[in-house]
């Protein structure tokens, strides 16, 4: 069974920073490319940032360029997603997801971990 459990959410001033992880289990964590997706209040759910297996390939949504940073850990079965400059409209339910690009908002998802940005 697929195990997918997000941490590291919590409240943060804008320009702060966070650093989000997901602890996978339940499959084989290294032949999958990963993602990191989200859902802000009243909203559908947003693809953030995927990387790709071996972690050589990662993409950001144009919202995130620059100051979000996705990251893996394969010995560890661990995805990380650094988040710098964070902004209100950041705020939202952080899920890691299996697959890679814009299709990983229909991937199975973990509880997700919310980020709330706010002064």
């Known amino acids: 069974e697929v195990q997918l459990i997000e941490s590291g959410g919590g409240l943060v001033q804008p320009g702060g920073s966070l650093r989000l992880s997901c602890a996978a289990s339940?499959?084989?964590?290294?032949?999958?490319?990963m993602s990191w997706v989200r859902q802000a209040p009243g909203k559908g759910i947003e693809w953030v940032s995927s990387?790709?297996?071996?972690?050589?390939?990662?993409i950001y949504d144009t919202s995130v360029r620059d100051r979000f940073f996705i990251s893996r850990d394969d010995a560890r079965n661990t995805l990380y997603l650094q988040m710098t400059s964070l902004n209100e409209e950041d705020t939202a339910v952080y899920y890691c997801?299996?697959?890679?690009?814009?299709?990983?908002?229909?991937?199975?998802r973990g509880q997700g971990t919310q980020v709330t940005v706010s002064s």
């Open positions: 990387i790709n297996i071996g972690g050589k390939i990662t």
């Open positions: 339940g499959f084989t964590f290294s032949s999958y490319g």
């Open positions: 997801s299996q697959g890679y690009g814009a299709l990983a908002v229909s991937g199975s």
